[in-house]
């Protein structure tokens, strides 16, 4: 890999684990200090690799820099000097003693707790999903700006105003006691699943499908469900879950980048492996009688994976909805269930049932509803359809309903 290459790549891949050490060592109220001396090793490596070529070890020259210039802070800082060094000297002698551990083990456990720290209540939802594409995921701002249709000088606010939060509520990088980490859990999968959705259902204008949201989402939860204290049946179903989606990724665009629906999707692009794992980790919740939306939602996304078009498959599927919309309300999965009732009962049923949703500036609903006209009444279908069109957000969605509403009007 080339030098202009590289360094990005080992931008995205290793900064986040190198401030995750360096905040768990000096305290998230450093949180800057930290990225500032990480930002500096690649700003370095930019140059000295340009003019001297690459390292033996790209990796590790990264690690050997970032831990000399946080020793150099820790010695040279007044304010390290005052505050953060006597903390560090109870375990050791002198400020030269103090061990940075870049080991895989405890850059891990730092990243694992990095996310909990992120997920506390007091930073608000969509502060969390930002820090976590920052810090954890190694997005810039400009990057998290295009994946939720915002400014990069919006995002940079956001994030400075979650991280003051961080400061102020004196949020440690830590795991939670066992007593409190199951009800603080649940917002770090939240925050998961929200970064897995806006991949899966890309609201960028660019494309409707963002992959490296749904890897980092992915890599966030196997981080959990390899550590004894988080692996607990939500975190495998959530797993599980993303795995089903993510095996139809292939099938999910076209060579032109456009949408192709499920029912229209190439089953042998399938990935049988990624379907493998979800089973297995859909196995796995099952070690404890609870049953969350995870569960029911990588359940309904296993019986999509069933390439059999049966009347028992929807039925299933139809079921798994209505005990969901009944542990977790949504709109959007009382939208789905209503194509499942279809399946399973035929179009004028699911028709009734959409219709009382009112869901009228969804471009879902209408797409939905187009969907389930064609053949009954195209002219409905057409108006619908068009509608869809009129409030779709990408590009990708667009093209796909127009070429709905063309069809249909080559049928007249």
Not at 67 to 88: I, M, Q, R, T, Y
Not at 205 to 212: S, Y
Request: proline share 3%.
């Amino acid at each position: 890999m080339q030098n202009d290459a590289l360094i990005p790549h080992l931008f995205r891949t290793e900064y986040r684990k190198i401030v995750s050490v360096l905040c768990r060592l000096f305290g998230l109220q450093y949180i800057e200090v930290a990225e500032d001396i990480v930002s500096d090793t690649f700003l370095l490596a930019a140059e000295t690799w340009g003019k001297k070529g690459l390292p033996p070890n790209p990796t590790a020259w990264l690690y050997t820099v970032s831990k000399n210039k946080a020793k150099d802070h820790l010695k040279h800082s007044a304010v390290f000097a005052g505050k953060v060094v006597p903390e560090l000297l109870r375990t050791t002698e002198t400020a030269e003693s103090i061990q940075i551990d870049l080991s895989p083990e405890n850059i891990n456990d730092s990243q694992l707790r990095m996310m909990f720290a992120i997920c506390h209540p007091a930073i608000p939802v969509e502060a969390q999903i930002g820090l976590s594409l920052n810090i954890l995921c190694g997005f810039g701002a400009e990057e998290i700006a295009d994946a939720f249709l915002s400014t990069k000088e919006t995002i940079y606010k956001r994030l400075g105003r979650a991280k003051q939060k961080l400061r102020e509520e004196a949020i440690r990088v830590e795991l939670p006691g066992p007593t409190e980490i199951d009800a603080r859990l649940e917002t770090v999968l939240r925050t998961i699943y929200l970064l897995f959705s806006e991949g899966y259902y890309s609201s960028s204008a660019n494309t409707p499908l963002r992959r490296d949201l749904c890897v980092e989402a992915m890599r966030l939860n196997v981080m959990l469900v390899e550590n004894e204290q988080t692996n607990t049946p939500e975190a495998n179903a959530l797993l599980s879950l993303m795995c089903f989606h993510a095996s139809r990724f292939d099938a999910r665009l076209d060579t032109k980048g456009d949408i192709v629906l499920y029912e229209e999707q190439d089953e042998a692009l399938w990935s049988t492996e990624l379907i493998e794992k979800g089973n297995h980790y859909l196995k796995e919740s099952t070690s404890a009688p609870r049953l969350s939306k995870y569960h029911l939602e990588a359940s309904i996304a296993y019986w999509h994976t069933a390439t059999k078009d049966s009347k028992e498959k929807w039925e299933n599927i139809l079921q798994l909805y209505n005990r969901l919309l009944q542990i977790e309300y949504s709109p959007i999965a009382a939208l789905n269930r209503t194509y499942a009732l279809s399946k399973a009962n035929g179009k004028e049923e699911a028709i009734a049932e959409a219709e009382k949703l009112q869901l009228v500036e969804n471009h879902l609903y209408h797409s939905l509803l187009g969907n389930l006209y064609t053949g009954l009444d195209n002219e409905k279908a057409i108006q619908h359809y068009r509608l869809a069109s009129a409030l779709a957000r990408t590009a990708s969605e667009k093209t796909l309903l127009d070429g709905y509403v063309a069809r249909l009007m080559g049928r007249k």
